[in-house]
């Protein structure tokens, strides 16, 4: 890694945790050299098995960025070795499935050194290959919310809720805090989910979070259905995935001792993401019943567990064995705790009766094709199209925050 001299140390460290995705780093560093904000560098920090990457990071002749060959590392251990090599007064992570807007760097430092937030978050908009761009419904206004209060959505299980939390390609952090918290734990991310894990860590070592009412990112997307990483491989419960909870079999026993996610060896992504949370909630000997209660808690897991079935079996996937997992694990549950999950099951009864229909259709060649028209209209009229990426980055700046 090249050296320094203090003053010119940047004010932004942007992190790109990659692998084997050459084609997504190459638009994504193109963005970055695109905004009207220099004052940057980038840590390329490539664990893949092959050099397309190094191949892409050399048609970019630009000192900013600091490319970092980290070989077969897990997600978080990748994560931490670009975030431990920054040295700029703020991070963000950007993981290479995302996309920075144009001007989205000096709205931020424009924001900063109006406001000196530790941590700015924003919600993210969606592009969908081949050209579909749709914007995510933002807040009316920029606001700071309490950290405890989106700690409490997290455990809460619900997913939908977490944008204001601070994640990969979502959120602005204060150098000043991550070293805070790096020197109690070493690390930022931990456990096997970087993002989770960060986010967790990030909301106990500050107050509030400042969320922008202004959307500074995109998420691409392959297709309407498909997606990128290991989330998507484990909720279509492909090879890779069992690859991945094989690796992880040890790890998954160890956290089965956490009795707040009450069904075990992880059938839900959902169990995943809530063991990260309360390793980081243990290691930080913070207990969950400060931001929910333990009844709470496992009504939020029934339920959304059940909506998780219910949105993987639309996708195609038999949640069949899961289901029956699911019934089992809350039989055992006292009457009370049964008799709301029923009652919240009635909200869901149509989304479930569809999601089983077109898990039997899914096969149907004619269905098949019928639905994917119906998909392609549906864009032209809900969203922007747009020939490419680069397009979709020209059309859709982000304007001054102060203005």
């Not at 590392?73 to 670009?82: A, D, I, Q």
């Not at 070592?205 to 995109?218: M, P, Q, R």
Request: some cysteine.
């Amino acid at each position: 890694m090249r050296e320094r001299k203090k003053e010119s140390l940047p004010f932004f460290s942007i992190v790109i945790p990659t692998r084997d995705r050459s084609d997504l780093v190459s638009s994504l560093v193109w963005s970055l050299l695109e905004q009207n904000f220099s004052n940057f560098e980038i840590l390329l920090c490539d664990n893949s098995n092959n050099n397309l990457t190094q191949e892409v990071l050399s048609k970019f002749d630009d000192d900013r960025i600091v490319n970092i060959r980290t070989g077969n590392l897990g997600m978080s251990e990748n994560y931490n070795v670009g975030i431990n090599s920054a040295s700029g007064k703020y991070l963000m992570c950007i993981s290479d499935k995302g996309f920075l807007k144009q001007g989205a760097l000096s709205y931020l430092h424009e924001l900063i050194i109006a406001e000196n937030h530790q941590c700015i978050t924003w919600a993210l908009d969606n592009f969908v290959y081949p050209g579909h761009f749709f914007p995510s419904q933002s807040p009316e206004k920029s606001v700071s919310l309490d950290s405890s209060y989106i700690l409490k959505f997290m455990l809460g299980s619900d997913y939908r809720s977490y944008e204001p939390a601070p994640m990969h390609c979502t959120s602005c952090i204060s150098m000043d805090l991550v070293l805070a918290i790096r020197e109690k734990h070493q690390n930022l991310c931990q456990a096997q989910n970087p993002d989770y894990t960060m986010a967790a860590q990030i909301l106990l070592a500050t107050k509030t979070v400042y969320n922008l009412k202004d959307n500074l990112a995109i998420l691409r997307n392959v297709s309407s259905k498909d997606g990128y990483g290991m989330g998507h491989s484990l909720a279509m419960k492909t090879k890779e995935s069992q690859i991945f909870l094989k690796e992880h079999a040890a790890w998954i026993e160890h956290t089965n001792r956490f009795l707040d996610v009450p069904i075990k060896d992880c059938p839900f992504i959902i169990d995943l993401m809530l063991k990260d949370t309360y390793t980081v909630l243990e290691d930080n000997n913070v207990s969950p019943d400060i931001f929910l209660s333990k009844h709470e808690r496992l009504i939020a897991y029934y339920f959304f567990a059940y909506e998780e079935i219910i949105w993987r079996t639309a996708h195609g996937v038999d949640m069949r064995p899961e289901f029956n997992i699911w019934l089992e694990a809350l039989s055992q549950e006292n009457q009370e705790v049964i008799n709301e999950i029923n009652s919240r099951k009635k909200s869901l009864r149509v989304h479930f009766v569809t999601a089983k229909m077109k898990y039997l259709i899914k096969n149907n060649a004619l269905t098949i094709y019928l639905l994917e028209i119906y998909r392609s209209i549906r864009y032209r009229y809900s969203g922007k199209t747009y020939k490419n990426i680069e397009d979709c980055y020209n059309d859709n700046p982000v304007h001054s925050s102060l203005s």
